[in-house]
C-alpha cells in the first residue's frame, strides 16, 4: 500500500486590507486630535546692530508711558502699580493726547512670567486696534476690517506703532508692526 503525503497548509490571516485600515485610523487620529497652538507675538524685530555702538536719546516725559513688569510679574504704569486691564485705556489716553508722536516704553524684568508679558502685549495691540479703528472711522466712514488694502495701508502710517522694550539694562528699539 501506498502512503501518500498530504501537503498540509498552514491557514494565515488575510492581511490585504491591514494596510487601508491603518490609513484610515491614521486620518481619523489627525483629524480628530486637538493641536496646541503656541504663543506668540507678531513683531518686526529691528535691524541687526554693533552692540559697541549706543546712543543716548532724550524724550519728552509727556510723550511716553512707561509699563514696567517686576519680577514678582507687578505691573507698573509710569510707576504706580496698576492692574492689567488699565493698559488699554492708559495707552489710548496716550495716544489721544498726543498722536502719532507717542512712545510706549516696556521694561520686563527677566524673572518676570512670559504670560503676563504676553497679556502685557496683547492689551498693547488692542489699543493699537481700537486707534486705528478710530483713524479708519473717521477718514473712511467704516471700520479697519472693511478697508481695501491701500486704505489700510494709509492708516498704518498714520498711526504708527512706537514701541520701546529693555530688558536687563539692555534696550531693542524699533517700530512694531
Known amino acids: 500500500m501506498i502512503f501518500q503525503h ?20 491614521l486620518i481619523f ?6 493641536m496646541d497652538t503656541d504663543k506668540g507675538l507678531t513683531r518686526q524685530l529691528p535691524p541687526a546692530e554693533d552692540k559697541n555702538i549706543q546712543q543716548e536719546t532724550s ?23 496698576a492692574p492689567m486691564k488699565s493698559v488699554r ?12 508722536r507717542h512712545l510706549i ?9 512670559y504670560d ?4 502685557l502685549q496683547n492689551e498693547i495691540v488692542a489699543a493699537y486696534n481700537q486707534w486705528k479703528n478710530q ?9 479697519y476690517a472693511q478697508l481695501s488694502t491701500d486704505e489700510r495701508t494709509t492708516v498704518d502710517k498714520a498711526c504708527p506703532q512706537r514701541i ?3 530688558y536687563n539694562g539692555t534696550e531693542q528699539k524699533g517700530d512694531a508692526q
Open 6 to 25: 498530504r501537503n498540509h497548509d498552514v491557514p494565515q490571516l488575510n492581511t490585504t486590507s491591514t494596510a487601508d485600515i491603518s490609513f484610515m485610523l
Open 29 to 34: 487620529f489627525l483629524v480628530t486630535t486637538s
Open 59 to 81: 524724550m519728552d516725559k509727556n510723550l511716553m508711558i512707561e509699563l514696567k513688569i517686576s519680577a514678582s510679574n507687578q505691573l507698573f504704569v509710569n510707576g504706580q502699580p
Open 89 to 100: 485705556k492708559e495707552v489710548m489716553k496716550l495716544i489721544q493726547r498726543v498722536g502719532s
Open 105 to 113: 516704553s516696556i521694561n520686563c524684568d527677566s524673572h518676570a512670567s
Open 116 to 119: 503676563v508679558y504676553f497679556h
Open 135 to 143: 483713524t479708519a472711522m473717521k477718514r473712511y466712514h467704516k471700520p
Open 164 to 166: 520701546a522694550e529693555q
